[in-house]
């Protein structure tokens, strides 16, 4: 497991340096100057000598690889400047709403846990019965509807209709129950589907026919075996949707007015606020890794096939 990770780790480093470099291209070739950017987020008029005086400043006067491993090193220290609408660091502005994004994805997360594996391996131990097909209208119906729309539904409902739940911000747990519904039912679509289909599949194995004609109780089958390594496509989709969680909470942040990382982000496209794109970039790469790293270390723990292969292969 040692040289696995350390294998996952030294892939890290292209990975960084890559989307680093698309990022810093991607701002530097584009028509949008930097220092009009600043000028235009900070309502000043620019003229020649401002316009030269902030280029001068943000080192846009130095070649492009200079300005890249510049900018490169700065990223290390997470140094990513000062923000052009707030005149406030930038890093600064990210740890004070990425607590409000990662609870958000949390009880997101929880929440579709909680009700997609009993469902998902409920309608696999029925299958065709009234929970399966309770279970396909459910997955059918949250991938299909779009979140700006759920959103707007709950909040016409639970808070203009009935007045049961706040309708934006942040303070109780009431207020996270809308935004974090609006964000599970789609998890909740494709975890359940993800978990029947899985545990079909297990049940079908030979380890589960040579375990019943060992005598161990079907619900031992079910719980200690078949569902621990049924569940291993849905470790993969949580880990891929809590990074994606992290960093794109964009839509229901916005209709719940949540102050998070992904409204934060929004606004920066809107204001040009090129210090706090990258920033984004760079978080979410590193979420998107890290998570990746985490779902494969739980998959070898949970699935000792894996970990066996891994080590046939060295």
């Not at 005598?215 to 990074?243: C, D, R």
Request: glycine content about 6%.
């Amino acid at each position: 497991m040692g040289s696995f990770i350390m294998k996952r780790i030294l892939t890290i480093i292209p990975i960084f340096l890559f989307a680093t470099l698309l990022t810093f291209l991607m701002i530097h070739l584009s028509p949008v100057d930097p220092a009009e950017a600043y000028l235009a987020a900070a309502h000043i008029q620019p003229t020649d000598e401002i316009l030269d005086q902030k280029r001068q400043e943000f080192g846009l006067h130095q070649p492009l690889l200079v300005q890249y491993i510049q900018s490169l090193i700065k990223i290390c220290q997470l140094d990513f400047g000062i923000s052009y609408l707030t005149n406030v660091p930038v890093w600064q502005e990210v740890m004070y709403r990425m607590p409000a994004t990662i609870q958000l994805a949390v009880s997101s997360i929880f929440l579709a846990i909680c009700i997609s594996v009993p469902l998902g391996f409920l309608a696999a131990m029925k299958k065709n019965s009234a929970i399966d097909q309770f279970s396909r209208m459910l997955a059918f119906f949250g991938a299909s509807i779009p979140q700006f729309w759920l959103g707007y539904l709950l909040i016409v409902v639970f808070s203009v209709k009935l007045d049961l739940l706040p309708v934006e911000g942040i303070g109780t747990w009431q207020h996270l129950i809308l935004p974090a519904f609006t964000l599970a039912l789609p998890l909740i679509a494709i975890y359940t589907r993800l978990l029947r289909i899985s545990v079909l599949e297990n049940l079908l194995q030979p380890y589960v026919l040579y375990a019943r004609t060992r005598g161990i109780k079907e619900n031992v089958i079910m719980t200690k075996h078949v569902l621990k390594i049924a569940i291993s496509p849905l470790i993969i989709g949580i880990g891929m949707n809590f990074g994606k969680l992290l960093t794109g909470t964009i839509i229901v942040e916005s209709v719940f007015s949540w102050p998070g990382f992904g409204r934060y982000f929004i606004e920066a496209i809107f204001n040009r606020d090129i210090p706090v794109i990258q920033c984004y970039v760079f978080l979410a790469v590193c979420m998107f890794i890290l998570c990746n790293l985490i779902v494969d270390l739980v998959q070898m723990y949970m699935d000792p096939r894996i970990s066996r292969k891994g080590g046939a292969d060295q």
